[in-house]
């Protein structure tokens, strides 16, 4: 009897204590699943955490600011290109709660004389290559929403190929070069990247290229 009396207040004894490890274990869990500083970067869904881990990526220059109204001046940039008289940036800004009022969906900004263009990132980079050339030469860029983009001339796609291997050169300066490299040529991001046939191909030859 004395045992079973033993064994019982040892019991209520310990559980408050096995109680508050269960309960730390689970909110540092729900801390970490609810984190509102994470970041997909929109050029090769690649997850960061803006105030855990150690990923700077550059701002948006303040002429492009000036140029495109409306866009957070927190906004990141993750590749840049330039075509003709224009120039092409792939941008996203952190969630409205971490930093301001931001738009955590990547977009692809157009700046030609000073007007500004943008359209849907993952829809761009979603655009078919043509595989028996181009009929028409002219660029589409310019003039097709983001619901409807496509490319159109061989302008079109350097465009997006520029985009996609400087997103590689901005991603190892941001990440550091190592780090960045092993998260990149990861098989199942390359293959989560296979709806996108410029960044699927870029990626295969950039993770073949630096093994």
Known sequence: ?????AILIWVILLMPM?????????AANTSSQGDASVLQEPMFGLDYSLTHDN????????????????????????????????????VMGPPPDVVGRGDALGGVLQIQRGHCAQWDSTRMFEAAVAGHGYDDQKSCISSMASSDYKICSQADENVLRDLVRDGFVRGARAWGA???????????????????PITHEELVRFCHTHP
């Open 1 to 5: 009897m004395r045992i079973k009396s």
């Open 18 to 26: 096995i109680y508050g490890c269960y309960a730390k274990s689970d």
């Open 55 to 90: 990923v700077h990526y550059d701002s948006l220059p303040p002429s492009v600011l000036h140029a495109c109204l409306g866009i957070n001046s927190s906004t990141f940039v993750y590749a840049h290109a330039k075509e003709g008289s224009s120039n092409y940036f792939v």
């Open 178 to 196: 190592t780090r960045f490299r092993k998260n990149v040529c990861n098989s199942k991001l390359i293959d989560a990247n296979a709806s996108t």
